[in-house]
């Protein structure tokens, strides 16, 4: 018959139980399938269907481009989960937090009072779309200017004219840490891209107040396909600059987007407003647990050990059990850490990637149980192996 579900590279056949043996697992992207079970749980409750004739137009009734119910879940949420303070600020939505990456560096770098370009910069490692967004239309208002630490005595500097967007990413993707601000001082301003702070992914200390925060839905429900991202600006300009772009460069979000966020998000803040959160944190704890066994056996490859800390939602200690594994490769000769994994069959995206050496390699942690029970098993293979030959 047809196949119900579009099988993983390991898996063949109609229902895909037919295990293609010596097949690479690719764990290279973060495509956040963990939640597909909560959302299979929830079929009836979180489906959406929408009827040939609705929402034809641009605009909703009152004009906007933005869903108001969708804006006071929002709020909802931040509150609930107490990671963003959202009082006296202004939401709106991207095409996930991708197209609000670029929004930020925008509104950020117009009012330039000086004729250099502003300098975005995030810390190594950092996420790659930092640096490919910002150079790609080759702007001469802003560039991309690599890792923030050569800056830092720079913005300290009186002499210093030139403006700073420092990214920062907290959880950073790749490495997990929970970053701050490098740069200070009048010159600079920030981005937050809180798209891992999440209690799936780190405890949550306190909420956020910064002046620009970016979420996307992708990391905490999953529906990456969805493209929706929300961006809660602090001040007016910014947030006007902001809508400016969205209003230029695609008139908005789609509807069907924003009414299954809705509807998503209804689900998340539903009964005692936990489940899925504690869904999603025993997966990652359950697997974090699991990697953390293999890696202690593994002198060859190493892993950070990050900081428990007190999780103001869950009311818990808790170490952090981020969305990537980011591995070191230990041995002088195995520099190039991806092509030791890549013979092992494991797929991961190389440290270079991320403005570091490819003695590093990130691999994902939020794949389908499929992926990751593979990677499991391929790591245990490559660590024995390693043992048996020691
Ligand atoms: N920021 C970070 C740190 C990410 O890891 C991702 C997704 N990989 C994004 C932003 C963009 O996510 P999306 O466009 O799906 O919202």
């Known amino acids: 018959g ?121 810390s190594a490692p950092y996420y790659p779309v930092y640096k490919s ?39 950073n993707n790749p490495d997990g840490h929970l970053n701050k601000a490098v740069l200070q001082g009048k010159f600079a301003r920030h981005v937050y891209d809180l798209a891992y702070y999440w209690p799936h992914y780190t405890a949550i200390p306190s909420p956020m107040d910064e002046d620009l925060m ?31 772009y969205i209003d230029l460069n695609t008139y908005g979000v789609p509807r069907e987007t924003q009414l299954r966020a809705l509807k998503l998000l209804n689900v998340v803040l539903q009964g005692d407003r936990r489940e899925m959160f504690r869904f999603a944190h025993t997966i990652m704890k359950t697997r974090w647990e699991k990697l953390a066994e293999i890696l202690s056996t593994s002198k060859r490859f190493s892993i950070e050990q990050l900081p428990s800390q007190h999780c103001a939602f869950s009311k818990q200690v808790r170490p952090p059990s981020p969305a990537f ?15 030791v994994l890549r013979e092992a069959n494991i797929i991961g995206r190389k440290g270079a990637a991320f403005g570091v050496e490819n003695r590093y390699v990130r691999l994902s942690v939020v794949n389908s149980r499929d992926d990751f029970d593979l990677l499991l098993q391929r790591l245990q293979d490559l660590v024995s192996k390693q043992r048996s030959i020691v």
């Not at 839905?217 to 947030?239: C, E, M, N, P, Q």
Request: overall charge negative.
């Open 2 to 122: 047809t196949p119900i579900c579009e099988c993983n590279a390991c898996f063949t056949g109609p229902d895909c139980s037919l295990f293609k043996p010596n097949c690479a697992v690719d764990v290279d992207s973060g495509n956040p399938m963990f939640l597909e079970p909560f959302w299979k749980q929830n079929a009836g409750s979180s489906g959406v269907m929408v009827a040939g004739w609705h929402r034809m137009g641009y605009e909703f009734e009152d004009g906007s481009l933005i869903s108001k119910q969708l804006k006071s879940v929002i709020h909802k949420l931040h509150d609930t989960v107490g990671n963003a303070n959202t009082s006296n600020k202004y939401i709106l939505f991207g095409a996930g937090s991708t197209q609000l990456l670029n929004a930020a560096v925008y509104a950020l770098s117009h009012h330039t009072p000086y004729s250099s370009p502003t300098k975005v910069v995030a």
């Open 133 to 171: 967004q910002t150079e790609l239309l080759g702007s001469n208002k802003y560039k991309f200017s690599g890792d923030t630490s050569s800056w830092k005595n720079k913005t300290r500097s009186t002499s210093t004219t030139t403006n700073f967007i420092e990214f920062v990413t907290c959880p």
């Open 325 to 339: 594994a980011w591995l070191k490769c230990e041995a002088e000769e195995d520099e190039e850490c991806h092509n």
């Open 214 to 244: 970016l979420f996307t839905l992708s990391k905490l429900t999953g529906h990456a396909g969805s493209r929706f991202g929300w961006a809660i600006v602090k001040d007016k300009d910014v947030y006007d600059r902001m809508v400016e």
